[in-house]
T-cell receptor
Framework: SQQGEEDPQALSIQEGENATMNCSYKTSINNLQWYRQNSGRGLVHLILIRSNEREKHSGRLRVTLDTSKKSSSLLITASRAADTASYFCATAPGGTSYGKLTFGQGTILTVHP | ETGVTQTPRHLVMGMTNKKSLKCEQHLGHNAMYWYKQSAKKPLELMFVYNFKEQTENNSVPSRFSPECPNSSHLFLHLHTLQPEDSALYLC?????????????FGSGTQLSVL
């Protein structure tokens, strides 16, 4: 498997439900980031969690990081139809290689109204 | 709008054509990137420019030629492409520091090679 691998590949839920996406990675990281992409558009940064942090919140988003298991999860609470998009985790390598992110293949989230 | 503008949004070209993709960032960032997004594959980092200097070339074929005339503009020159080069090409920028490590992406150029 590759660095920054998301699970599940696709997730279909009803509006109001919570959506949880997971990401696993292999090598040491400086930080882990989550991005969102609407169909055929560019990626939009959602949240960044550093290797010394365990949990972070931003609005309806909650990200956790477990460096011992090399995994992260993104929780979207009270989902809306507008949350329908692809979600990617991206890892920044340890050391000083800023910005050279490695992306996973993404989770396609569909929220039904 | 993220502050990163890419043109054109769509491009169809034959294998013998030469074309260029353009990216402009209005964020005052010092690093710019080209990424390739193919169907069912993770985003692939192609090139990195830091303060106009190329700092990374991720084993990209020579038919892709980047150019960064200043820290706000980035080009990707294309020539004699193959059908497998059809993909969404994304430009991104960032301010390289420990406090600002997130990428700002443009909307991409959807390239089709016939």
């Amino acid at each position: 498997s590759q660095q920054g691998e998301e699970d599940p590949q696709a997730l279909s839920i009803q509006e109001g439900e919570n959506a949880t996406m997971n990401c696993s990675y292999k090598t040491s990281i400086n930080n882990l980031q989550w991005y969102r992409q609407n169909s055929g558009r560019g990626l939009v940064h959602l949240i960044l969690i550093r290797s010394n942090e365990r949990e972070k919140h931003s609005g309806r988003l909650r990200v956790t990081l477990d460096t011992s298991k090399k995994s992260s999860s993104l929780l979207i609470t009270a989902s809306r139809a507008a949350d329908t998009a692809s979600y990617f985790c991206a890892t920044a390598p340890g050391g000083t290689s800023y910005g050279k992110l490695t992306f996973g293949q993404g989770t396609i989230l569909t929220v039904h109204p | 709008e993220t502050g990163v503008t890419q043109t054109p949004r769509h491009l169809v070209m034959g294998m013998t054509n030469k074309k260029s993709l353009k990216c402009e960032q209005h964020l005052g960032h010092n690093a710019m990137y080209w990424y390739k997004q193919s169907a069912k594959k993770p985003l692939e980092l192609m090139f990195v420019y830091n303060f106009k200097e190329q700092t990374e070339n991720n084993s990209v074929p020579s038919r892709f030629s980047p150019e960064c005339p200043n820290s706000s503009h980035l080009f990707l020159h294309l020539h004699t492409l193959q059908p497998e080069d059809s993909a969404l090409y994304l430009c991104a920028s960032s301010q390289e520091s420990r406090e600002n490590e997130k990428l700002f992406f443009g909307s991409g150029t959807q390239l089709s090679v016939l």
